[in-house]
């Protein structure tokens, strides 16, 4: 469960679109994690999302998880690996968790950061956090990568895929598929309950 972003130098008038991110989305991904050693574990799943502060983020290989986010919760809900032991599930009063104050923080365009800089590479968009927020998020910077000059793409979905670079100096690959905007998610999407058979943690 990955994913934040950075940014550096002004930004000219192209950057400053309304909406860089849907108050809504939905996609599936594809993860590839690569070790400072080269080593290369690769996930998939789907994220959907709700501004403000709503998120649904699930693993459907090779392992699957659940993690699930609204403004006043958090659940992370892991089923049984062995046939016959009880489901689990952390609960947590939410915080200001990366991802979820990186998708809300550009919601309305990329101006005005107070947790990034940003810069255009040829068709590379680089988001570069600032010394706080490095150690907040755990990321030195996200590059957004696209297939036209960056600076003609107005909003996340233009962007075919990106890279996190981990202060750990792993990087992590993502690949966005079928991003579908502005969704009507059902009520009690971005909650949890769990079963009778599941072991439940409340921190």
């Known amino acids: 469960?990955?994913?934040?972003?950075v940014f550096l130098l002004s930004l000219p008038s192209l950057l400053l679109a309304k909406s860089f991110v849907p108050s809504?989305?939905?996609?599936?991904?594809?993860?590839?994690?690569?070790?400072?050693?080269?080593k290369v574990k690769k996930s998939f799943g789907k994220i959907d999302y709700q501004f403000p502060?709503?998120?649904?983020?699930?693993?459907?290989?090779?392992v699957s998880s659940l993690f699930v986010v609204n403004p006043k919760k958090?659940?992370?809900?892991q089923p049984a690996f062995v046939k016959g032991e009880k489901d689990q599930v952390t609960i947590q009063k939410s915080s200001?968790?990366?991802l979820v104050k990186f998708l809300d923080s550009v919601k309305n365009g990329l101006e005005n950061s107070k947790i990034f800089t940003a810069q255009y590479?040829?068709?590379?968009?680089i988001l570069s956090f600032n010394k706080n927020s490095q150690k907040e998020m755990g990321f030195i910077e996200v590059v957004l990568h696209g297939s036209q000059?960056?600076?003609?793409?107005?909003?996340?979905?233009?962007?075919e895929n990106l890279t996190l670079k981990h202060l750990n100096k792993n990087k992590t690959n993502i690949k966005l598929i079928d991003l579908?905007?502005?969704?009507?998610?059902?009520?009690?999407?971005?909650?949890f309950t769990p079963s009778a058979n599941t072991k439940v943690i409340t921190n």
């Open 96 to 98: 200001n968790l990366p």
């Open 180 to 191: 579908k905007e502005n969704v009507s998610f059902p009520a009690g999407h971005f909650e």
């Open 149 to 159: 000059d960056a600076k003609n793409v107005k909003e996340l979905k233009g962007f």
């Open 53 to 62: 502060g709503h998120l649904r983020f699930e693993v459907t290989s090779p």
């Open 24 to 38: 809504s989305f939905s996609a599936n991904y594809e993860e590839n994690l690569v070790s400072i050693t080269g």
């Open 1 to 5: 469960m990955k994913l934040i972003i």
């Open 121 to 125: 590479v040829g068709n590379d968009l």
């Open 74 to 77: 958090t659940w992370f809900y």
